[in-house]
């Protein structure tokens, strides 16, 4: 992988990365097809949506339908028929988020299954065996994340584990075309962020993630420990902040130094109703649209607003028919790609300020401040 | 509209109608799009599927989302994004499947709604006026549709309103851009079905269907009513049978000189996981396809296929996720659609007993016969 970074605007960059399945223009967002399928939706749609790069979860993927069946697939691209660069998470947000599921040791978690209750383990040892094996684009190491607010010693326990965990999945790397990134933890501590940072830095990662956030605390909370972690981070590796994904607090975070982002805000949000605007939110099916015969977003040019009107998807929400959540989601998904498009072409053209401001200038009040729940 | 006869092969028929959205070529199958969507597809899915006309259902859109966000839409066309001809039912088959929700008299039918149990009222004249609003190309008369097995006093009544209200609503008509279309009835009782046929031929409508099966009759019972009523209508004018739609069950009937079909078959099978093939059905959550890494069938060429393996889907169907009901509704769609493609090119080119006697000569064992539910 080649990470080069083309432009700033202050701390936001414009940059580029070079995968083994193609080139991802950055800022980018990655939709999340938690389960190899982005929820309702094909490769064809994303790539229709301006999606670079989709985002996959190893927890989920290794239950079902397990590694076996995906190696024979040749691979989780061939599998779910997405030829683009892929990323996968490795596991732990969601292993940590069992709670009374699983035990924590020194050298793994063991955990129960909420599919079946079977027993199973990770390493950072097999979680980046089991990424490598899918053949994936980007690989995460396995971290210990830790629900917020949390107590400092639970914290910098949190930080010891994924430092450790990062040198030995580091260690275990076994294939050139997998990169590894590191996740840095330290809940919204300034120095623990700060000591993580320094920890993983000092491994050379090609890529730092920031995790750990948008797990309970306040949006003005999350966005001063991604700013303030992005600042220890080299400027020639790219940054991600995981489970980040609506317009505001992406643009926000791309004017912190972020590079990457993902989360299930938006497909979420489009099986549920709620259209995702430049100029904000709203539910689709409020009595308002039943007669509205525009479309969900003037401004935006995706399949869903080419074609239909915010009467016919009140209609179909109303209906109950899986067309609306399909549609919707798509829809969702081509906004934070557009923003994303125009923003890359902001900080070229120095007209970043501008495009920020414009975008936070709009009332967020209406935006869901959980964003990161597991699909 | 005009229909033209350009071949047949004994009873079989090759033909084309042009309608006010574009020209049909027949024999063809219409997806059904019950409330304006073929559940879980879009327009650019039933075109890639080869789709030339859809179908939608006058009781079902009459309840919502009404006739004013219809008109107000400018029509159904424009409401659901579907530029192709567009054939709707008259609600008859939804409203006597109603049974005690509704009361017949010699005017029209009083019914409760299945989803707020609020009164409406359907007659003749009324669902020819509704069908005309919403710009239709093909409207059908509303017609007395009895449940088989069926005593000879009922079937006579349900003949002869459907002859006077087909008399009504042909009056009716203010739409030069509608056709309207009569339905036979008569159950299985072949004197009835002549007298019907021959009433409604008098009338001289621009097309007819045969109604009145696929409604607890055996397969054979329908094809022998089929066969019997299709004889009985004029050479120069569509027939179409409604309600039929598996791959075997329209090839029978296309040699039997049916032009057109529709049925909810395809979709419902889709959403369940039963893959539908010219060889055969069979359910995608069998064991066996976790490890298939062929596509759903090998002789089709839909996206589905094109793009995904049986592992794949049976991944999808397994873990609940909406793309598999959507991609397996694709295909089910395409092979009937590709189907018909063969059969019209059989036709012509004087090769269709072959065809016929290829496709029959599978086994149906594994096809349901249940294929007229309301989805």
Chains 1, 2 share one sequence.
């Not at 949506?49 to 061939?78: D, F, K, M, S």
């Not at 994904?245 to 992406?250: A, H, K, L, Q, S």
């Not at 109303?318 to 125009?342: Q, T």
Request: charged content about 25%; some cysteine; aromatic content about 8%.
């Amino acid at each position: 992988m080649r990470f080069t970074l083309l432009h700033t605007a202050g701390a936001a960059r414009r940059g580029r990365m070079e995968l083994p399945h193609g080139t991802v223009e950055t800022p980018t967002f990655m939709p999340v097809g938690t389960a190899a399928t982005v929820k309702g939706l094909t490769p064809d749609d994303l790539r229709g949506a301006r999606a670079q790069i989709v985002l996959a979860n190893t927890y989920h993927l290794w239950l079902r339908p397990g590694r076996e069946i995906l190696v024979e697939a040749g691979g989780l691209h061939r599998f779910m028929g997405w030829d683009g660069p892929i990323l996968t998470d490795s596991g732990g947000f969601q292993v940590f988020s069992l709670q009374d599921r699983r035990t924590l040791d020194d050298a793994g978690v063991d955990f129960k299954s909420h599919l079946d209750g079977s027993l199973h383990r990770f390493t950072p040892e097999n979680t980046i065996a089991f990424q490598e094996a899918l053949g994936v684009d980007i690989a995460m190491v396995l971290d210990v994340c830790v629900k917020l607010p949390a107590e400092l010693p639970a914290l910098e326990e949190s930080v010891r584990l994924t430092s450790a965990w990062a040198q030995r999945a580091r260690a275990a790397r076994a294939s050139e075309r997998t990169a590894v990134f590191a996740i840095v933890q330290g809940g919204l501590d300034e120095r623990l962020r700060e000591r993580s940072a320094r920890e993983l830095v000092a491994l050379d990662f090609p890529g730092y993630a920031i995790g750990g956030l948008s797990v309970g605390e306040t949006r003005e909370e999350m966005r001063a420990a991604a700013r303030l972690t992005a600042a220890h981070l080299p400027s020639n590796k790219p940054r991600y902040l995981m489970g980040v994904g609506t317009v505001r607090d992406i643009v926000t975070a791309v004017d912190c130094g972020i590079d990457m982002f993902d989360c299930v805000y938006p497909t979420r949000c489009g099986r549920n109703g709620r259209a995702m605007t430049r100029a904000g939110e709203f539910h689709i099916r409020n009595a308002a649209y039943t007669h509205d015969f525009s479309p969900v977003d003037a401004t935006c040019d995706c399949y869903t607003c080419r074609t239909f009107t915010r009467a016919y998807l009140a209609h179909l929400f109303r209906s109950g028919e899986m067309l609306g959540p399909r549609l919707l989601s798509l829809h969702n998904i081509a906004v934070l790609e557009d923003v994303m498009r125009e923003g890359r072409e902001a900080i070229e053209s120095g007209s970043w300020d501008a495009f920020r401001d414009r975008l936070l200038g709009s009332d967020d009040s209406r935006e869901a401040s959980d964003t990161a729940l597991i699909e």
